[in-house]
């Protein structure tokens, strides 16, 4: 018993270097027994994760949070430690740091999504909306304000995870909202490889967070959803006070559809209430 317990010492010392770090302690949840850990997902493997921060003491303190909660965690100090991970195997999730040395958060995320749909959480100390929106434009699936609460991370990681990991071929039903391949408008969705496919047959993949949006709105085709709503559906969690990320959200889905807010057809905007699938949707496959 005596060696599997975290000792006195080493938890002040572990508590110490999480405020020192800037991140919550207060309602940190310290599992005292390594059998103690939270599986990361329900699957036969662990998640693999990619931290990249500049700061070695997050680095260290996430990497032993996360592996104790289940998760396969490599650490990088900068953009060519990652490209250097990458080079070897894409992991399941990213957590980038948005101010890096050399080059930042911003343009880490627009390189790997030239490459990869990767779910990437990003984190930022910014208190500037700005920053934040920009990330989503450029294809973060989520994001988080230093300082945080380690446990906070940990379910973010996980709700990405639920909504971004391809569902198995044998799910499929005819049921529309379960088919694997599903039509509306000029368009179709592979729902398990999360590709688009456009009326010539050719397909282009969507981001964890774009795939989960368009899925909201193909659940519920002809329906006015809220804001909120929306936001609830496909990130799991209600919407922040005066949150309008989802705005950003709908704007890149309709670019990826080929629209533009003032012209479009099948997302459209209902003045005071949100936005409307103003189309119908068919199970093919």
């Known amino acids: 018993m005596a060696s599997t317990m975290i000792t006195v010492t080493a938890l002040i010392f572990f508590m110490a270097g ?3 770090c800037g991140l919550s302690v207060g309602a940190m949840d310290w599992d005292c027994h390594a059998s103690a850990a939270i599986p990361a997902v329900m699957t036969h493997s662990p998640a693999s994760l990619i931290v990249v ?25 900068d953009a060519e430690a990652l490209e250097a991970l990458l080079a070897v195997a894409m992991p ?24 990869s749909e990767v779910p990437i959480i990003m984190l930022t ?19 988080l304000g230093k300082p945080f609460n380690p446990r906070e991370l940990l379910a973010r990681i996980k709700a990405v995870l639920r909504r971004t990991r391809r569902l198995p071929e044998a799910t499929a039903e005819k049921d529309p909202a379960q088919a694997r391949l599903v039509a509306f408008g000029e368009w179709r969705l592979d729902r398990v490889t999360r590709e688009l496919i456009d009326a010539g047959g050719e397909r282009s993949a969507l981001s964890g ?4 949006l368009l899925q909201v709105f193909l659940e519920h085709p002809e329906e006015v959803l809220s804001r909120d709503a929306l936001y609830d ?6 919407a922040p006070p005066l949150d309008r ?22 997302i459209r905007t209902v003045r005071g209430a949100g936005y409307v699938l103003a189309t119908r949707v068919d199970a093919l496959a």
């Open 245 to 266: 990320s989802i705005d950003v959200h709908v704007c890149r889905l309709r670019q990826r559809l080929g629209e533009d807010a003032q012209h479009s057809q099948l």
């Open 209 to 212: 967070a774009d795939f989960q």
């Open 125 to 143: 100390a910014s208190a500037d909306e700005t920053d934040r929106i920009l990330g989503l434009e450029l294809g973060a699936d989520d994001y």
């Open 53 to 77: 921060d500049d700061d070695p003491e997050i680095r260290e303190l996430l990497a032993d949070y996360l592996g104790r909660h289940g998760f396969r965690t490599q650490v990088a100090a």
């Open 18 to 20: 999480w405020a020192r």
């Open 233 to 238: 559906l496909s990130r799991g969690r209600p």
């Open 92 to 115: 399941d999730l990213l957590i980038v740091d948005l101010m890096l040395p050399g080059d930042d958060g911003f343009t880490i995320c627009r390189r790997v999504r030239r490459d």
